[in-house]
C-alpha cells in the first residue's frame, strides 16, 4: 500500500511539473508574440533636401515596421541637437513630409529625425539629419507706374546692397515683356570678421532710379516686390 501511494506522489508530481513547464513555456511565447506585435522597429535612412530656395525642406525615410500607427516628425534648431520639438505627425505608411519655414524664424541649421509609434510603444529613433538653411534668397516682382497696372517690358532692373563687403554685391536682370522681374540666390546675410551675422539689405533701382525701399531678406526667403517707378 505504501509503495502504491508512493508511486503516485512520484507520478502526480512529475505531472505537475511538466504541466508548470509548458505553461511557462506557452506564457512566454505568448508575452514574446504580445512584444513582437507591439514592438516598434525605427525609421532609417531619413533625407533632407531643400526646395523653393530654401523656403522648404523635403523629408523622406525608410518605414520599417509593419504595426505603427504613423510617424513623428521632430526638429531641433540647437547645432548640438539637446532641444528637439515635435512638429508634426503622418499616418501609417507615409514616408515624407514637407516642413515649411516661412512660419519659423530663420537659424543657420536644422536637424530632423523620425519615430514611429503606435498606442503601445514609440520607437528609437531614426537617424538624425542636420541641414544647413539657405544661404540665399530670391525677389520678383513687376515693374510698373505708381498706381497703374501699366507695367515696363524689357527693362534693366538692379538689386543693390545698403553697404559693401563680406561678399555682397549688385544684381542686375531685365523684365520680360509683361514687365516681371526676378533674382535669385540674392546674398541674405553676412559675417564680419567679428564673428557677428548682419542682414544684408538691398534697394531696387529701374534704369538707374531708386524704386523702392531698402528690402531686408530675411523670413519670408521669397519676397514679393512691386516696384514702382515714375
Known amino acids: 500500500m505504501k ?3 508512493l508511486t503516485l506522489c512520484i507520478i502526480i508530481n512529475i505531472t505537475l511539473a ?6 511557462a513555456q506557452s506564457t512566454g511565447s505568448i508575452k514574446n508574440a504580445r512584444s513582437s506585435e507591439f514592438f516598434l522597429t525605427p525609421p532609417s535612412n531619413l533625407n533632407v533636401l531643400p526646395q523653393d530656395h530654401g523656403r ?27 532641444d528637439w520639438v515635435e512638429i508634426a505627425t503622418v499616418n501609417a505608411n507615409i514616408t515624407s513630409y514637407v516642413d515649411s519655414k516661412i512660419a519659423i524664424p530663420d537659424y543657420s541649421f536644422y536637424q530632423y529625425r523620425i519615430k514611429a509609434y503606435n498606442p503601445y510603444d514609440v520607437s528609437e529613433i531614426s537617424n538624425v539629419k542636420m541641414v544647413p538653411c539657405a544661404p540665399s534668397g530670391k525677389v520678383y516682382g513687376y515693374a510698373r507706374l505708381p498706381n497703374s497696372a501699366n507695367v515696363h517690358p524689357n527693362t534693366v532692373v538692379m538689386l543693390k546692397p545698403n553697404t559693401y563687403g563680406y561678399g555682397t554685391q549688385d544684381y542686375t536682370t531685365n523684365t520680360d515683356a509683361t514687365g516681371y522681374f526676378e533674382f535669385n540666390d540674392v546674398l541674405r546675410k553676412v559675417t564680419s570678421s567679428g564673428g557677428n551675422i548682419y542682414w544684408v539689405q538691398y534697394k531696387l533701382y529701374i534704369n538707374g532710379i531708386p524704386a523702392s525701399p531698402e528690402i531686408q531678406l530675411k523670413d519670408p526667403f521669397v519676397l514679393r516686390q512691386d516696384a514702382f517707378s515714375s
Do not use: A, C, H
Open 18 to 23: 511538466i504541466s508548470m513547464n509548458v505553461y
Open 3 to 5: 509503495k502504491i501511494l
Open 56 to 82: 522648404s525642406f523635403v523629408l523622406n525615410w525608410q518605414d520599417n515596421s509593419l504595426n505603427e500607427t504613423g510617424f513623428k516628425i521632430e526638429r531641433s534648431l540647437d547645432y548640438y541637437g539637446q
